[in-house]
């Protein structure tokens, strides 16, 4: 090889290593908080597994490749090889066992990662279910921005977030108009946010710092600009982010979330002094316009055949 050819040959090695080291880090395989830890660990023993079977099959690529090139006369020739009970045992059992083992791994890690599962502990040191209750944290994906709303404490943020650390957080997710993806890796996985539906994701925070958060799904033009900044505080600290979003001067009312309805981008973080009750129950329900009647309010009447009286109820609050 040609002294030009081989220091390009090292180059390209050198530049791939660094691309290699330079996700060491990612936040996925470095999270901080123990959802996201145990979805990591799940990642790693499937890819593990998997590695298993591909990296022998690759290797024995290459290794028959060269063993049995035209040019190798001192390889074995025989064409009328046909079977091997040896090879045959390899090659399915191993890929059995694999799969037998991933399938039990992952169904264990689907049921005890479920989103809507309340948290079973704080981390891995700290078993048992937490002994506080969690902060329930609405969510609202807009184009193109985050709105949270903390029930209660009565307030709400757009595009920032606060949590104090080891304690449990009860997310309740919906759009406003579109479909997006609610993500912040360093604390759990991703979860959708759907018009006219509610989800749920448990999580917690183990570790301080500031994360990122952001939509995983596209949205439309602003999608790429729709993050958010997720706070992991001491309670302390969490007291002041919260008496600040408190000082915030504007009341987050209907009137209010229907300016905020509007497609924007680049929307600084706002905090709403208070925040009406009943608003994400509205939104998810596809009513805060005066006048436009609940979804749960429909599903009541053509369930029951008793509209007026059920109508009335749901919306003056004397029913469930």
């Not at 390009?8 to 791939?16: C, D, E, G, M, P």
């Not at 996925?28 to 499937?46: K, T, Y």
């Amino acid at each position: 090889m040609h002294k030009p050819m081989r220091r390009s040959a090292r180059n390209i090695v050198a530049t791939l290593g660094l691309l290699a080291l330079s996700g060491c880090n990612a936040v996925v395989f470095n999270p901080s908080g123990d959802i996201a830890i145990r979805q990591r660990d799940e990642i790693i023993i499937a890819t593990v597994l998997m590695l298993i079977i591909i990296l022998p099959v690759m290797g024995l690529t290459i290794y028959f490749a060269w063993r049995y090139r035209e040019s190798n006369k001192d390889a074995d020739y025989d064409p009328d090889w046909h079977h091997s009970t040896s090879l045959e045992l390899v090659i399915w059992a191993a890929p059995l066992l694999i799969i037998i083992f991933l399938g039990a791994v992952t169904w264990t890690g689907t049921h005890l990662l479920d989103p809507y599962r309340p948290l079973d502990r704080i981390d891995a040191a700290r078993p048992g279910p937490p002994s506080e209750a969690p902060i329930d944290v609405q969510v609202v994906a807009l184009d193109w921005k985050w709105l949270f709303i903390y029930p209660q404490y009565g307030v709400a943020s757009l595009n920032e977030m606060a949590a104090p650390v080891d304690r449990p957080i009860r997310f309740s997710i919906t759009a406003q108009n579109v479909m997006n993806s609610f993500f912040v890796p360093a604390i759990a996985g991703q979860i959708y946010a759907m018009p006219g539906m509610q989800t749920t994701l448990y999580a917690v925070a183990n570790k301080r710092g500031d994360y990122q958060g952001f939509s995983a799904n596209l949205s439309g033009l602003g999608f790429s600009g729709m993050t958010f900044t997720f706070h992991a505080t001491s309670p302390a600290d969490f007291d002041k982010w919260i008496a600040k979003a408190r000082a915030g001067k504007t009341h987050l009312t209907r009137a209010e979330y229907l300016k905020l309805e509007a497609p924007s981008e680049a929307v600084p973080v706002t905090y709403f002094g208070a925040a009406e009750d009943g608003l994400f129950t509205a939104v998810v329900n596809r009513c805060v316009r005066p006048g436009q009647t609940c979804i749960r309010t429909m599903m009541t009447r053509q369930g029951t055949g008793d509209g007026a009286t059920q109508k009335t109820k749901q919306e003056t609050g004397t029913g469930n």
